[in-house]
DNA sequence: AGGCCAGTTGCAAACGATTTGCATTTGCAA
DNA sequence: TTGCAAATGCAAATCGTTTGCAACTGGCCT
């Protein structure tokens, strides 16, 4: 075989930050399943669960499995390329870790995803903790609702 | 039997509002693993799982179920008595619904969980939800922290 | 006081999401 | 190229929660 592209050249086209490369000096193996899956983080900019990332994944390599699926999202939340979230009533679903900071605003009638960033309520946040006497770690802000009816 | 209080009365002495009455008025049936678990319920100011609420039930009547646990806080819940919560990496937590409306910040290292309010937080979170077009159904804000190490 | 019967229960099995044991592959450094 | 630890696929296990079903029981109606 061919050293650099394998025979199934998984169309590694896209411009973003190179995952492998930082995979690599985590010393961590960039396996063919490895490759599928970055490749979908790459194009990834919705929120998907675990088994809509395998489905995506599965149209490139027949062979990967569902359990590689999740050994390869926790491997890569715990790099800090995804972030995970348990939405209310459903399974937890993947975004890429690149952007800033945000939170997150749920459809209900959709499942559809709102990012949206606040600072005051950051701060806010950040004050709260501290007059309780603590160090936030991480937090959790989802708002649930429905688009507004139109009204005036 | 006499008419009120049956052969294992459950200590029904709190004084808090009478869930029963309500639950009554609902049109559900006041069963004796109902009532134990009511007791509970009036008696919980923590935050306790299923399992839990099942242990505190057990001591009182050796023969309820967890299923029937389950049950009956999805009932309470339906019913506005309870709210349920589902705090990172565990089971789902209740607690009584009769207070008022608060965020809750976990203690990572105990898994205590502390009650806050913020005024500020919750109008910033309408405006936001109306900026974006939506009605708000009800949001989470959970903040994941540690108590602050002495300093200073 | 007794009966009736839909509402409830306990039990165990089913569930959905996620994890894990294990025997087999596979990167990739030497 | 070989060697071996790391990674994989598969199936079985796990965890929290729900559900089917047959047995039981509140509590309204005589």
Redesign the interface.
């Known amino acids: 075989m061919a050293a650099k592209g394998n025979k199934n050249d998984v169309s590694l086209q896209a411009e973003g930050r190179d995952y492998e490369t930082e995979l690599q000096s985590a010393g961590v193996r960039i396996t063919r399943p490895r490759q599928v899956i970055l490749t979908i983080l790459k194009e990834m900019n919705d929120h998907p669960d675990a088994m809509e990332i395998f489905k995506r994944a599965v149209r490139v390599d027949e062979s990967i499995s569902l359990a590689t699926v999740y050994r390869t999202m926790k491997l890569l939340e715990q790099l800090g390329a995804v972030h995970r979230h ?1 939405f ?1 009533g459903g399974p937890a679903r993947f975004e890429n870790a690149d952007g800033d900071h945000h939170d997150h ?1 749920i ?2 009638d959709t499942g559809k995803v ?1 990012e ?1 960033h ?1 600072e ?2 950051e701060r ?2 950040q004050q ?2 501290d007059e ?17 009816k139109k009204k005036n």
């Open positions: 348990s209310e605003l459809d209900l709102i949206f606040s005051s309520i806010l946040q709260i903790a309780l006497g603590y160090d936030i770690e991480h937090h959790r802000l989802e708002l649930y609702g429905r688009k507004r």
